[in-house]
């Protein structure tokens, strides 16, 4: 995800600076995501209901709850009364992943989407001479790294989407790649 942006530019940076980066390792990570351009035009209270809809999937999916959440019921909403609605469910989940105040989480979560995305649209990013190996989950699009970095990615397939391949199920499977990778 957007770890991986700002591991990219660290690397960057230190390689620029004549430190040495054994390895850049980069888990499921884009410079963009599908939709990133979209959220330049609507309206913020729609935009919250698409960021709110998707963390909700994301939890729901990470932690096995069955959360249902209706964007377009959302947009309808003011971005509190969203907030509200989407932390009432996380709640409802009962899922023990869940500490303290719901709705505050997930005011953070939507902070946290917004940020990130804004720092994805401005980033400029420039070549990277650290060896690259990108961890890439089922169904991920196709990432631009090599592109970017100015040379060739060494890309590892991972078990699971972006969002389960770092669960309990995959999460083996996955330390164990990357122990080959590093060694």
Avoid at 7 to 28: H, N, S, T, W
Avoid at 143 to 159: H, K, L, M, S
Wanted: aromatic share 6%; hydrophobic share 50%; net charge negative.
């Amino acid at each position: 995800s957007f770890g991986g942006v700002v591991a990219f530019e660290m690397a960057r940076q230190l390689c620029a600076a004549g430190e040495e980066v054994a390895q850049l390792v980069l888990f499921d990570s884009s410079l963009s995501r599908p939709d990133d351009t979209w959220f330049a035009a609507p309206p913020v209270s729609h935009a919250a209901a698409r960021d709110l809809a998707s963390a909700a999937q994301v939890f729901g999916r990470f932690t096995g709850s069955d959360i249902k959440i209706d964007e377009a019921a959302l947009c309808a909403l003011p971005v509190t009364a969203q907030i509200e609605m989407v932390a009432a469910a996380f709640s409802a989940s009962g899922t023990a992943m869940l500490q303290g105040d719901a709705g505050a989480m997930v005011a953070g979560l939507l902070a946290i989407a917004k940020a990130h995305r804004e720092a994805r649209l401005a980033y400029l990013p420039g070549p990277c001479d650290a060896p690259i190996t990108l961890f890439r989950a089922e169904g991920s699009p196709e990432p631009r790294w090599a592109e970017i970095a100015g040379q060739a990615v060494e890309v590892v397939p991972a078990r699971g989407d972006h969002v389960t391949m770092m669960a309990e199920d995959n999460a083996t499977a996955l330390a164990e790649a990357l122990r080959g990778v590093l060694a």
